[in-house]
């Protein structure tokens, strides 16, 4: 699966920033799709999942403040990110996967800073 990331960029503390992933195939073919990060001198880290059944999963980090949502139509997840704090700056990279086959996107830069 090929996956187009896009949305970051420079966001004040408090602020809100939406990303997109958009996917080569049907996201319903796609058994997980996911955010995760990564900063600078950190390892990746898990954001939020979304199933093919739509379920979600969030990182403690991330519940209460981001949601990760879909467009099945346009075989596109979303994270919505409110309240960013200067601790979420990172880059974004969408992940797939299906079965046991893994595929990433190429990142988008999030900085959080006033």
């Known amino acids: 699966v090929q996956l187009q990331a896009s949305g970051g960029g420079l966001v004040q503390p408090g602020g809100s920033l939406r990303l997109s992933c958009a996917a080569s195939?049907?996201?319903?073919?796609?058994?997980?799709m996911g955010w995760f990060r990564q900063a600078p001198g950190e390892q990746r880290e898990l954001v939020a999942t979304?199933?093919?059944?739509?379920?979600?999963y969030y990182a403690d980090s991330a519940k209460g403040r981001f949601t990760i949502s879909r467009d099945n139509a346009k075989n596109t997840v979303y994270l919505q990110m409110n309240s960013l704090k200067s601790e979420d700056t990172a880059v974004y990279y969408c992940?797939?996967?299906?079965?046991?086959?893994?595929?990433w996107g190429q990142g988008t830069q999030v900085t959080v800073s006033s």
């Open positions: 992940n797939s996967r299906i079965g046991l086959t893994f595929d």
């Open positions: 195939r049907s996201i319903l073919s796609i058994d997980r």
């Open positions: 979304i199933l093919s059944d739509g379920s979600t």
